[in-house]
């Protein structure tokens, strides 16, 4: 089977693109030993402070999606923040400051988490609250878009082929019709997109869906090689994001 990349086109001239992978924004529970996905509040706003000063333009989702097979529609350096899980501290915590910068974002559920917690995390993390369908009403009134995470958080690896199709094609048919927007992004839990990749950016082409993140790794050029399986640069408190802005492409 060859990889499918859908409507992806190469063009002469090639753009960079930066997409930031965050979870949880603020401090962690006192005592935890897994500190990795909290970012302080005040580590977060100097974050975006930085893409604001930086060359680096911060776009929406749309954008996203049609530069990835238009890139001249695409500013010379574009960064997308994203956010995995939908945790409460992203609407009570980071929308608030991505708005005071004019800043767009998307954040991934997993749909069977809709206002529970991260119960699929209990062994690694600590538990914390996941937004529910008001919440997520509410950040897409702000400008987040809301995209697919899966149904129930699993690896796709360990998936069978009714059960990759079920997780790909429910959560995205569950989100469009409570919240009433298009759902085209997937980004894979834990980061992993299968153990054939083919097979699954061949289903999420049929499912509807025009691009799938990582989690992982730093900017690169668009056109991409797949849209299907594009890198994220994983966000923890202590990144040099500076260094990565005024480096480029790593």
């Not at 009433?180 to 950016?201: K, L, M, N, R, W």
Request: proline share 6%; charged share 25%; hydrophobic share 35%.
């Amino acid at each position: 089977m060859r990889l499918i990349d859908c409507e992806s086109h190469a063009t002469e001239t090639s753009h960079e693109l930066l997409v930031l992978a965050f979870h949880k924004i603020g401090l962690p529970p006192a005592g935890s030993e897994s500190t990795w996905f909290y970012i302080p509040d005040p580590v977060f706003d100097g974050y975006l402070k930085e893409l604001r000063d930086s060359t680096w333009q911060v776009i929406d989702a749309g954008t996203f999606v049609e530069g990835l097979s238009r890139p001249e529609t695409l500013p010379p350096r574009s960064a997308l923040l994203t956010f995995d899980d939908g945790y409460c501290s992203m609407r009570h915590t980071a929308v608030p400051l991505m708005s005071a910068y004019g800043f767009s974002s998307v954040v991934f559920v997993p749909t069977s988490f809709v206002g529970d917690t991260n119960r699929f995390d209990r062994d690694v993390e600590p538990e914390e609250p996941i937004c529910g369908w008001d919440d997520l009403l509410e950040m897409q009134r702000t400008g987040v878009s809301v995209q697919s995470h899966g149904v129930t958080h699993r690896r796709l690896s360990e998936l069978g082929l009714d059960e990759l199709r079920y997780e790909l094609r429910e959560s995205k048919s569950v989100l469009e019709a409570r919240l009433g927007q298009a759902v085209t992004i997937f980004s894979f839990p834990y980061g992993d997109d299968g153990s054939d990749v083919e097979a699954t950016a061949a289903e999420l082409c049929q499912a509807g869906y025009r691009a799938a993140l990582l989690y992982g790794g730093g900017s690169e050029r668009v056109p991409p090689a797949s849209c299907y399986r594009l890198s994220r640069l994983a966000m923890g408190a202590d990144t040099n994001l500076l260094a990565i802005l005024e480096k480029g492409e790593t």
